[in-house]
T-cell receptor, first 117, second 114 residues
Framework: EAGVAQSPRYKIIEKRQSVAFWCNPI?????LYWYQQILGQGPKLLIQ????????DSQLPKDRFSAERLKGVDSTLKIQPAKLEDSAVYLC???????????????FGPGTRLTVL | AQTVTQSQPEMSVQEAETVTLSCTYD???????LFWYKQPPSRQMILVIR??????QNATENRFSVNFQKAAKSFSLKISDSQLGDTAMYFC???????????FGTGTRLTIIP
């Protein structure tokens, strides 16, 4: 089966510019996650979707970050305006919904490496 | 809030040797899951092994096994007969039962030396 797809793989922007990342989860996975991984740290959850509804966005900086999953499949994460400290790898992951086998295993995409200058 | 601590930023071992990566965590919950994820250089993160806290038996997946000490809140990963393909960042992660949010440690960079 195809894995989690993300694009672009790399992005370089200047501070105060805007940027968007796209994620296509594994087919049938109802749960989708966006993580931020700063160099030298573990991934930190930004937002979790169940189908097209938000389950947890408590760590999303809502003044500049937004995310959507309109049709319950693909998702887009946007940063506007970007700051220097947003430089990181943005990982998308997906999983089966609760109740299904192995629902607690998350499958990760290759990530988008963002550099803010 | 749960925290996960990995005290070994980097480790290296000769090929075919055994290596143990350490992880401790803090939680007030009694039901939860623990994971080890592997992130090879420039490649996707993949699940190595998982442990349910209510199971006393330590999980094993081929050359990978864990030592789960619930009272001590310790969850170490042992890699036996290490191979060059084991070179990667290894992250320990925690998940509360009934909540799919993963909390990761800072990772251990493991290098297998030929």
């Amino acid at each position: 089966e195809a894995g989690v797809a993300q694009s672009p793989r790399y992005k370089i922007i200047e501070k105060r510019q805007s940027v968007a990342f796209w994620c296509n989860p594994i087919s049938g996975h109802a749960t989708l996650y966006w993580y931020q991984q700063i160099l030298g740290q573990g991934p930190k959850l930004l937002i979790q979707f169940q189908n097209n509804g938000v389950v947890d966005d408590s760590q999303l900086p809502k003044d500049r970050f937004s995310a959507e999953r309109l049709k319950g499949v693909d998702s887009t994460l946007k940063i506007q305006p970007a700051k220097l400290e947003d430089s990181a790898v943005y990982l998308c992951a997906s999983s089966n919904p609760p109740g299904l086998v192995d629902y607690n295993e998350q499958f990760f995409g290759p990530g988008t490496r963002l550099t803010v200058l | 809030a749960q925290t996960v601590t990995q005290s070994q930023p980097e480790m290296s071992v000769q090929e075919a040797e055994t290596v143990t990566l350490s992880c401790t965590y803090d939680t007030s919950e009694s039901n939860y899951y623990l994971f080890w994820y592997k992130q090879p250089p420039s490649r996707q993160m993949i699940l190595v092994i998982r442990q349910e806290a209510y199971k006393q038996q330590n999980a094993t997946e081929n050359r990978f096994s864990v030592n789960f000490q619930k009272a001590a809140k310790s969850f170490s990963l042992k890699i036996s007969d290490s191979q060059l393909g084991d070179t990667a960042m290894y992250f320990c992660a925690f998940m509360n039962f009934g909540n799919e949010k993963l909390t990761f440690g800072t990772g251990t960079r493991l290098t297998i030396i030929p």
